[in-house]
Nanobody, 123 residues
Framework: QVHLVESGGGLVQAGGSLRLSCAASGRTDSSYFMGWFRQAPGKEREFVSAIRRSSGRTYYADSVKGRFTISRDNAKNTLYLQMNSLKPEDTAVYYC????????????????WGQGTQVTVSS
């Protein structure tokens, strides 16, 4: 099991930037993918971005492509999400997640989740 703790959320104006962090502990070497998801009020949780542990290959939802960047610091066991050009529709609770099930699907099947951090983008 991987324990995940997000930080870095907050209130920002449209066009601004935020960087989310996710500190991981436990069996971090068992994760095939690390990812970010978000859930806006009244909506389903949705995939935002993921990074494959073995290769570092990154994946993004179309809605954030070109604006968000996922990265990791293996030495610190920390995952990041740099969010630029934020829009009001990016407002959501953002969750960090880890997937230890061997699979090529980077958007589904995550089994460990953080508690979430609120991101609010004002217009």
């Amino acid at each position: 099991q991987v324990h995940l703790v997000e930080s870095g959320g907050g209130l920002v104006q449209a066009g601004g930037s935020l960087r989310l962090s996710c500190a991981a502990s436990g069996r971090t070497d068992s994760s095939y993918f690390m990812g970010w998801f978000r859930q806006a009020p009244g909506k389903e949780r949705e995939f935002v971005s993921a990074i494959r542990r073995s290769s570092g290959r990154t994946y993004y939802a179309d809605s954030v492509k070109g604006r968000f960047t996922i990265s990791r610091d293996n030495a610190k066991n920390t995952l990041y999400l740099q969010m630029n050009s934020l829009k009001p529709e990016d407002t959501a609770v953002y969750y960090c997640a880890a997937k230890s099930v061997p699979s090529t699907n980077y958007a589904l099947g995550y089994n460990d989740w953080g508690q979430g951090t609120q991101v609010t983008v004002s217009s």
